[in-house]
């Protein structure tokens, strides 16, 4: 997983919880390829089809809270989004996240500032965001998160140690 990216922004309110990224009558589709498609159908029902890999969502505060299911971090990951960017996260739906081999960074300034539509560049190595002629700090990634990332998750990870 590359530690230097660009992307588009999806905008978000605050306290987005799992039943809006996925919607309990989805959960009982097959698999997860056919649930993405409804990711925030309730707050916005053509986002999932809107978003592209590579994009990045930029959020409030409480990002993922609600329930602990795991399937919205899954869902998030199978869209391929760069990141989700929020000023703060549900702690659950944060492991699931990571679990899941998404990423999530923290940043209490990017969601007052940017548009939707507006281009990131993110820069991990320096903790840096970019937004037009502005700079942002991140929070480091601890190296034990890098590596469930790069894997593709913790599954991955685990599978990948023990072969």
């Known amino acids: 997983m590359s530690r230097i990216f660009a992307g588009r922004v999806w905008k978000l309110g605050d306290d987005i919880d799992t039943d809006i ?10 698999s997860v390829e056919e649930m993405k498609k409804y990711a925030f159908n309730p707050l916005r029902p053509d986002l999932a089809e809107l978003i592209r890999p590579g994009d990045i969502i930029v959020a409030g505060k409480n990002f993922g809270c609600g329930s602990s299911r795991e ?6 990951a199978a869209l391929k ?3 989700i960017i929020a000023k703060s996260y549900a702690r659950i ?10 990423l999530l960074l923290e940043n209490n ?6 548009q939707e539509g507006d281009e990131l560049s993110v820069n991990l190595e320096t903790s840096r965001i970019l937004l ?5 700090s991140v929070a480091s990634i ?5 590596q469930m990332l790069a894997a593709g998750g913790l599954v991955p990870m685990m599978r990948k140690r023990n072969s």
């Open 93 to 102: 739906f944060y492991r699931n996240a990571f679990n899941n081999g998404l």
């Open 71 to 76: 399937q919205a971090a899954e869902i998030l």
């Open 21 to 30: 990224i996925i919607p309990t009558q989805f959960l009982a589709l097959e």
């Open 81 to 83: 989004l760069s990141c």
């Open 132 to 136: 037009g002629g502005r700079s942002f």
């Open 109 to 114: 300034e990017l969601d007052d500032l940017c």
């Open 142 to 146: 601890p190296d034990d998160l890098w």
